[in-house]
T-cell receptor, first 115, second 110 residues
Framework: EPEVTQTPSHQVTQMGQEVILRCVPI?????FYWYRQILGQKVEFLVS????????KSEIFDDQFSVERPDGSNFTLKIRSTKLEDSAMYFC?????????????FGPGTRLTVL | LAKTTQPISMDSYEGQEVNITCSHN???????ITWYQQFPSQGPRFIIQ???TKVTNEVASLFIPADRKSSTLSLPRVSLSDTAVYYC???????????FGTGTRLTVIP
């Protein structure tokens, strides 16, 4: 069964450094998403991406964040200058075209630790 | 967006049926009810979605009364591997984003 994959599984970085989190969505999916979950808290929507542009973003997704689909398979989330409060699990998700329901397929996540 | 309210936690013995109820008093006409499951250190996983009455799949059943102000996720004969957080989400189908609440932490006891 096809799966969303994410790398790395765990990223440790110093405050102020840039990080890039990588995702490979399921191959025939056209909608891509990033969510984050701070330890012990709820899953929060960051951004959705379709047709090579952002379709929706939350208040969390400020100028420090950017997304890109650099080729036909990868979908990346960049945090330009990390802060301590960016420490969280970051989940990538994808969904197929014309989905009849709200089913998004989530990856296993990248745990980001900012020191 | 309709606000959802679920119990924070539930315990159940293995082999029992578990029913988790979600309240969504302000549900809109075009909103669907979707349930996700999240195991520790994993991403959420879609379980089931419905609009009204009853929906059943190989994993669970979803019961929605006529007024749609609440819904009940039913897990038949739970096992230890069903220990997870279960989220009730309400919104239009095909939505660009999903809004998760705090969910219900289900613990299955041997």
């Amino acid at each position: 069964e096809p799966e969303v994959t994410q790398t790395p599984s765990h990223q440790v970085t110093q405050m102020g450094q840039e990080v890039i989190l990588r995702c490979v969505p399921i191959s025939n999916h056209l909608y891509f998403y990033w969510y984050r979950q701070i330890l012990g808290q709820k899953v929060e929507f960051l951004v959705s991406f379709y047709n090579n542009e952002i379709s929706e973003k939350s208040e969390i997704f400020d100028d420090q964040f950017s997304v890109e689909r650099p080729d036909g398979s990868n979908f990346t989330l960049k945090i330009r200058s990390t802060k301590l409060e960016d420490s969280a699990m970051y989940f990538c998700a994808s969904s197929p075209p014309a989905t009849p329901n709200n089913e998004q397929f989530f990856g296993p996540g990248t745990r980001l630790t900012v020191l | 967006l309709a606000k959802t309210t679920q119990p924070i936690s539930m315990d159940s013995y293995e082999g029992q049926e578990v029913n988790i109820t979600c309240s969504h008093n302000n549900i809109a006409t075009n909103d669907y009810i979707t349930w996700y499951q999240q195991f520790p250190s994993q991403g959420p996983r879609f379980i089931i979605q419905g609009y009204k009455t009853k929906v059943t799949n190989e994993v669970a059943s979803l019961f929605i009364p006529a007024d749609r102000k609440s819904s009940t996720l039913s897990l038949p004969r739970v096992s230890l591997s069903d220990t997870a957080v279960y989220y009730c989400l309400v919104g239009p189908t095909g939505a660009n984003n999903l809004f998760f609440g705090t969910g219900t932490r289900l613990t299955v006891i041997p």
